[in-house]
């Protein structure tokens, strides 16, 4: 009563941390496009909660790691505890606060393409949260968007581009892109072309260091140029190979992947006739059945994220095409590498010239 003119007692929505009321602030203080507000309120003693739950996970994970099939995988104490951070992080709504500005502050030059709500600082604390309202479709809401005259790929590709520049240009990302929290705003006289993608709720951010943006524009680069040799060398520097893993065989093996499946989309790769997954598997049986990858913590919110956003995207567009997606930006970083485009150039001819080399090749290789 003291804070707010109104305020709705029903929760507009609700998860596990925290749940979201709308209300409406003094007029008397601040601007009639203000008044109508989200405030997001924790529940009751979750931090004693969270705490509580981790301090379990932590004896889980100290009997665990007896395993050697687990322990050689993950360091799961080292997985846990950066999960425990980011948690902490997300309970403290200030901190929130402040990534949803840097959030805004890194798109402002896109402000036609994603908004995010304003923070009201005045009516904001450790556990309230006070955001701008911002009336809006719900991104897995398809006919509601279909029927706002915005096209579902359009609203894949801006998803997927806006990701791309997060990690790539920002190095900070929203880790958390579920349906609760991306919308989709039409524009208010209708034009089509006019819409935003709007996101909400930056509890969950990641940050990319230097070192390990480095190593996933390789990752990126080696995509885009179906370079398997530089996938595996990738992965390596990402720390997501076991010792001891067959580094040939796993090169020989994503060249296949490459050969059957790049540039395709989701339906077109579930076409794969079951006598190509028998080959492969006769084949690889021993990486399969090894799989030397391990999962390395500092790439935990990064993975989840990535995982999420896939899946969002096709839901958008069945047809979907991570491969051509991805190539303007791969362009852009195979054209800024160290040197200049001639040394990209020689290496393809040289590549080009081992190909003509091994004789006979195929004609769809030239």
């Known amino acids: 009563e003291e804070k707010f003119e109104d305020f709705n007692p029903i929760p507009l929505a609700s998860a596990?941390?925290?749940q979201v009321h709308l209300a409406k602030l003094n007029n008397e203080r601040y601007e009639p496009d203000q008044f109508q507000v989200a405030v997001k309120i924790q529940r009751f003693n979750i931090h004693e909660i969270i705490t509580t739950d981790l301090s379990?996970?932590?004896?889980?994970a100290r009997w665990i790691m007896r395993y050697p099939t687990i322990s050689k995988r993950a360091n799961i104490p080292a997985l846990l505890e950066e999960f425990s951070a980011s948690l902490f992080e997300e309970v403290d709504y200030l901190h929130e606060g402040k990534n949803a500005e840097l959030f805004a502050q890194n798109f402002s030059g896109r402000k036609n393409e994603?908004?995010?709500?304003?923070?009201?600082?005045?009516h904001t604390t450790t556990r309230v949260l006070t955001l701008e309202y911002l009336s809006a479709i719900k991104i897995t809401d398809y006919g509601a968007i279909e029927a706002a005259g915005i096209p579902l790929a359009n609203v894949a590709e801006r998803l997927f581009d806006t990701y791309l520049k997060q990690i790539f240009e920002d190095h900070f990302f929203h880790a958390d892109p579920h349906p609760g929290n991306l919308f989709?705003?039409?524009d208010p006289d209708g034009d089509t072309q006019n819409w935003k993608l709007v996101f909400v709720d930056f509890g969950m951010t990641g940050v990319v260091p230097d070192l390990l943006l480095a190593r996933l524009r390789d990752m990126l680069i080696a995509l885009a140029t179906r370079d398997a040799g530089r996938i595996v060398k990738a992965y390596q520097a990402l720390g997501v190979l076991l010792s001891g893993a067959n580094l040939d065989l796993l090169e020989k093996a994503t060249a296949k992947v490459f050969e059957r499946f790049w540039g395709k989309t989701a339906p077109e790769m579930m076409k794969m006739h079951?006598?190509?997954?028998?080959?492969?598997?006769?084949?690889?049986?021993?990486l399969i059945y090894e799989m030397p990858?391990?999962?390395p913590e500092n790439m935990i919110l990064l993975v989840r994220c990535l995982g999420i956003l896939s899946g969002m995207c096709t839901g958008l567009n069945i047809e979907f095409n991570v491969w051509t997606s991805l190539m303007p930006y791969a362009q852009q970083l195979v054209e800024s590498e160290k040197g200049s485009k001639i040394d990209v150039i020689l290496k393809e001819i040289q590549r080009f010239l081992a190909v003509m080399l091994t004789l006979p090749y195929k004609t769809d290789s030239l």
Request: aromatic share 12%.
């Open 16 to 18: 596990s941390i925290g």
């Open 274 to 286: 079951h006598r190509e997954a028998v080959a492969f598997v006769a084949e690889f049986g021993d």
């Open 56 to 60: 379990a996970l932590a004896v889980v």
């Open 293 to 295: 990858f391990q999962v």
């Open 114 to 122: 994603v908004i995010v709500p304003r923070v009201i600082w005045s």
């Open 184 to 186: 989709v705003k039409p």
